[in-house]
Nanobody, 118 residues
């Protein structure tokens, strides 16, 4: 079992910045994929960015150049630095942890609200 605790959401004006953090604890495999997803009201949950324990990174096209994902493997923590925020970035942001090798167990955080005002 893996527990994920997110922090860092809030209300910010368009053009502003926020930094999200997600710390994992429990029975953690060293080889894993951590990432951020978001869900806006009335929409499906979508990928924001992922980063593997080996450092491989993937971004959604909508956030490239504005968001930066990073991680501290020693702390089992992933970060999402969000700059130049837009009202369309408003959503609940969820942290996800997944094993890369079978069994492909995955876990989700409780979500943190990010609201960008225009």
């Amino acid at each position: 079992q893996v527990q994920l605790v997110e922090s860092g959401g809030g209300l910010v004006q368009a053009g502003g910045s926020l930094r999200l953090s997600c710390s994992a604890s429990g029975f953690i495999s060293a080889i894993n994929l951590m990432g951020w997803y978001r869900q806006a009201p009335g929409k499906q949950r979508e990928l924001v960015a992922t980063i593997s324990s080996g450092g491989g990174i993937n971004y959604a096209d909508t956030v490239k150049g504005r968001f930066t994902i990073s991680r501290d493997n020693a702390k089992n923590t992933v970060y999402l630095q969000m700059n130049s925020l837009k009202p369309e970035d408003t959503a609940v942001y969820y942290c996800r942890w997944r094993r890369i090798l079978p069994p492909l167990n995955e876990y989700w955080g409780q979500g943190t609200q990010v609201t960008v005002s225009s």
